[in-house]
Every structure is written in C-alpha cells, then in structure tokens.
C-alpha cells in the first residue's frame, strides 16, 4: 500500500479520520447547545462505574465520543488529525477504523477495571457506615480513603467524637459520606483519549524514525521518541495521583497497550520510517 514519505505534510485528511472528527463534533454540539440538559446527556453515555445502575456495556464505546469541554474536544481532535491520516493510509480505512473501535473499547475497560479496584474498597466500607454511622467509622473511612476530605472535615470529625449521638452530626456525617460515594461512582469518563493515545502508539509503532516539529520547543523529535514521552507522561500521571487531576490517565495507558497487543496480533511489523 502507498503512503505517504517522511517528511510530508501530515494535515491532510482521510476518509475515516475525517468522519471522525465531525461525529465527535456533532456529539459534542448538539448536546452542548440544543439539548434542555447536555448533562444529563453526559451521564449517560460517559462511562460510569461498573457497579452504578446507571452503567451500560455500550458506554465502553459511547464514552469516547463525548467531550466535557472545547479545549478537551479540541485537544483529542488535534491528536487524531495529526497522527490519523498516516496511519490510515498505511493500514487502510477498514482495519483503521477497526483499530480506533477496539482502543476505544480497550481503554474503557482497562480504566473500568482499574476504577473498580480503586475505589471499591472506600465503597464498601461507606456502605457499611451509611448502614451504622459510627464516628470512629467516619474517621477511618476518610483518614484511610480521602485524605483531602479527611482534612476538610476535620472539624465535624472531632464534634461528631465527642457527641456521637447528636442527630444534627449524625445527619451531617451521613450525608458527607453519601455525597462522596456519589461523585466517586457517579462521575462518568469521557473523551477520545484512550482512542487517541492508542493512535499515537501506532504512529509511533509504524513510522518510528519519522521526524515531528514540537511546538514548545520548536525542535524536531523522532516519533517514537514523543510515543516514549506520552506513555512515560501517562504512567507518572497515573501513579502520582496529583491533587484535582481529573484526567484519565490509565485510559491513555489502556490505549497504548491495547493499540500495541492489536498490532502484535495482527503481525504488522514495526517500520522503519
């Protein structure tokens, strides 16, 4: 198949990567401006914990089509024309689209998983407090599963010791807890990234050698050297953990490796380009 040399100018557009990026618009638009509630469209389709009721198995593949912002649409857009048109063309639009669909997929379910194991345990043992609020249960839960919260509470902590049986404090501690476990298994994932990273990996994985213009610093990169600094970027980013970083990085990782295991499957060899 014929595609395009080293050094050629990646802003161009092919069919799937094209279709793409005007789905991903519309899905964005039209729940933004012409929906009564597009939050309520958000919670939807995003992909929700999988032990909330309100997950469905086709959020897997929903979530990557929905944006929380402009600058989060257009942050994934950008990714998707720059690295897309290439490897569509070097693997031809079917098997590209097919591999976009399965990273997609892959990546919700490697961050489902990892969502799971994470804030289970501080799920069920906010269960067993909303069944039998104990202060000495509020403070383990929060010392052990929110540090932040723990922190921020400590005041209604201490009152809620000392006066264990005000029903003012036991209301108050209550619906601490209850709201905690509301965001954490309420608040659905979306975007493109894991998508897009898997995307990125592939570029990398097939044109290897090809030379990109960063922006900042304006200095030219190997491609699979800006692949190694994604994936380095998303491990760290996950691991850290850094306070108010809503991003999901194990999506960007369950892209890559997903978009790796894919290729490998396949028997594409690495290029040499």
Do not use: C
């Not at 933004?32 to 997950?55: A, I, T, W």
């Not at 997609?104 to 906010?126: D, K, R």
Request: proline content about 7%.
């Amino acid at each position: 198949m014929n595609y395009p040399a080293t050094g050629t100018n990646m802003f161009f557009l092919t069919p799937i990567v094209k279709n793409l990026l005007i789905i991903n618009a519309i899905m964005f638009v039209i729940p933004q401006y012409f929906l009564p509630n597009h939050l309520d469209f958000v919670q939807y389709f995003g992909l929700k914990y999988f032990l909330s009721s309100d997950f469905f198995p086709t959020q897997f593949l929903s979530y990557a089509l929905i944006h929380a912002s402009w600058s989060h649409l257009l942050g994934n857009m950008l990714g998707l024309l720059v690295f897309g048109p290439l490897l569509e063309t070097r693997m031809g639009a079917k098997k590209f689209l097919t591999y976009y669909v399965i990273t997609a997929v892959g990546a919700g379910l490697i961050y489902g998983v990892i969502h799971f194991f994470e804030i289970y345990p501080f799920v069920n043992e906010a269960a067993a407090f909303l069944a039998s609020p104990d202060p000495d249960a509020l403070a383990r839960l929060l010392s052990g599963h929110a540090q932040q919260d723990y922190q921020a509470n400590l005041m209604l902590i201490d009152e809620y010791a000392r006066n264990p049986g005000n029903p003012y404090l036991i209301e108050s501690a209550y619906n601490l807890v209850d709201n905690l476990v509301k965001m954490r298994t309420g608040a659905p994932m979306v975007g493109a990234s894991g998508a897009v990273f898997g995307v990125i990996l592939g570029f990398g994985y097939l044109f290897p050698n090809m030379e990109m213009m960063l922006l900042f610093p304006p200095i030219p990169v190997r491609a699979k050297y800006l692949v190694a600094f994604y994936a380095i970027f998303a491990l760290f980013s996950a691991v850290e953990k850094v306070p108010g970083d809503n991003v999901a990085h194990y999506a960007h990782l369950g892209g890559m490796v997903v978009g790796y295991l894919l290729l490998r499957f396949w028997k594409i060899s690495p290029g040499i380009y």
